[in-house]
């Protein structure tokens, strides 16, 4: 036989059988990898080899292929929770933050006013009798504006309803022009911050002649 009818054994075609199960014992085959490498783990599961119709697939490739997707399921809900309660856990910081800023605010401006209530005493009785003029009257209104930017309220007036949660009664007497107790003079304004009263009003209180 010449050189040119030997056959080469390198053109000779290769095959190489990747099915997972042997199609003449029905063995599953041990999957092999490189040194380091990692294994499928959908490996063992033979999808290159049809199954004709009637032909069930082996119930340890169902199972195996169930326990996976239980796996990877399970795996996706505990990541899900974790972000739940990462982001409800930071939602809440930003809340508390929040209240805790305005909370200090509040404290601070309360402060401030209590510091102040001498000086605004003064600055009160100064304008009931007529004493608030030139630059200190300026500067008392000045004052006054400031504090009111700051959510301070001066409040407090004559013929309202007396309210002990509002009020300070300094005097009382009874008087037939009322119907129910009655600030019949303010004598210091109140301060209060919204809803926190900072100092009650100081009222004469009158009550109706029994």
């Known amino acids: ?57 082996p119930s340890h490739q169902l199972e195996a292929a169930e326990a996976l997707a239980a796996e990877r399921l399970d795996d996706l809900q505990r990541r899900n929770a974790a972000y739940f309660n990462l982001e409800t856990q930071y939602s809440n910081y930003v809340k508390r933050s929040k209240a ?47 504090l009111q930017r700051f959510g301070i309220e001066k409040y407090g007036a004559v013929g309202e309803a007396f309210d002990p949660n509002v009020h300070e009664a300094l005097m009382h007497g009874h008087s037939p022009d009322v119907t129910e107790p009655t600030v019949q003079a303010v004598l ?15 009222v004469a209180v009158v009550d109706p002649e029994a």
Do not use: C, W
Not at 31 to 43: C, Y
């Open 1 to 57: 036989m010449s050189d040119a009818e030997t056959p080469n054994p390198e053109e000779n075609p290769r095959f190489t059988d990747k099915r997972r199960i042997d199609p003449e014992t029905g063995a599953v085959r041990e999957p092999t990898a490189p040194e380091g490498a990692e294994v499928d783990p959908l490996a063992d599961l033979d999808f290159e080899t049809p199954h004709t119709a009637g032909e069930l697939v």
């Open 100 to 146: 805790d800023g305005a909370i200090q605010r509040e404290e601070g401006v309360v402060s401030v006013v209590e510091a102040l209530i001498g000086v605004l005493d003064d600055i009160d009785l100064a304008r009931q009798h007529g004493d608030l003029v030139g630059p200190f009257a300026s500067i008392a209104e000045k004052l006054e504006q400031t």
């Open 188 to 202: 210091q304004p109140g301060y209060r911050v919204g809803d926190r009263i900072v100092r009650a009003v100081r």
